[in-house]
């Protein structure tokens, strides 16, 4: 038992990674611990490691399911957010594949391409081990993160430090609410994106908005509807600030952003009341009630 509690915050940040959604995750794990108990541990002789591989390739099966699963979801799918400050073990080991603008990319890879560059640039596994884990050659799995990192870096190319991420957000916030077009757009990259992820909550976006002017006049048609009254609250999702916004003490949206040094190019507004709760459960802070199931003020 000792083994897998000592690995369990390792493992766990495999998942979570891997799916995007800390239920998902939970679901594997208990599926390891499962498989640890009927296993002989007289004959493995590395039980982190294996536990590590049962980990990684149950999350690959459970990736390749839900991407079918998500073709059914209504408009854009983002990866459950988690806060960082209160919730350590998401965030263990190295930093790298966890912000939320990351994980979105990372849904472009194969499910395989995903635990090759994960286990290489957030857990710093020898390309050896990757390879075991994967049942491939050495030689593959470096040709798989290499083109995993080209791939990420070609989408999203030198973020800023989190400091210039806060004062772009607050840059961002008193702008929208101000409803000043201009101001948003000179802090928008060029190719700025918001993507809303509601899963068919009324009001909420089913499509991306894309382009500096366009993101910048969604931003300010919506305002007057979801500003006024707002309760704002700084948090840190996934490693960077975010803002959990509320009204009435109903939760109804956290907004994070990803940025570059030519300016804001992703805005993630996170909706879904489901998504919206497991925030919630992960600060330890949901009562009954908290989460709205329809029709609050949105983007």
Known sequence: MSAFLESRPRLFGIAYRMLGSVAEAEDVLQEVWLRWQRTDRTVVVDPPAFLAQITTRLAINVAQSA??????????????PVDTSVDPAVGAERGEALELALLFLLEKLSPAERAAYILREAFDYPYGEIAGILQLSAVNTRQIVSRARKRLSAERRGPVDSAQHRRLLDAFLAAARAGDVAALEDLFATDVVSYTDGNGIRGASRFPVAGRTRVARFIVAFGPRFWPGADLEWVQTNGRPGLLISHGGTVV????????????????????????????????????????SEDPPRP
């Open 67 to 80: 991407r079918a699963r998500r073709e059914t979801y209504i408009g854009p799918w983002l990866p459950e």
């Open 253 to 292: 949206a956290l907004l994070s952003i990803d940025a570059l040094p030519q300016g804001i190019n992703t805005l993630l507004w996170v909706m879904n009341p489901a998504k919206l709760e497991a925030f919630a459960r992960s600060r330890g802070r949901l009562s009954a009630g908290d989460i709205p």
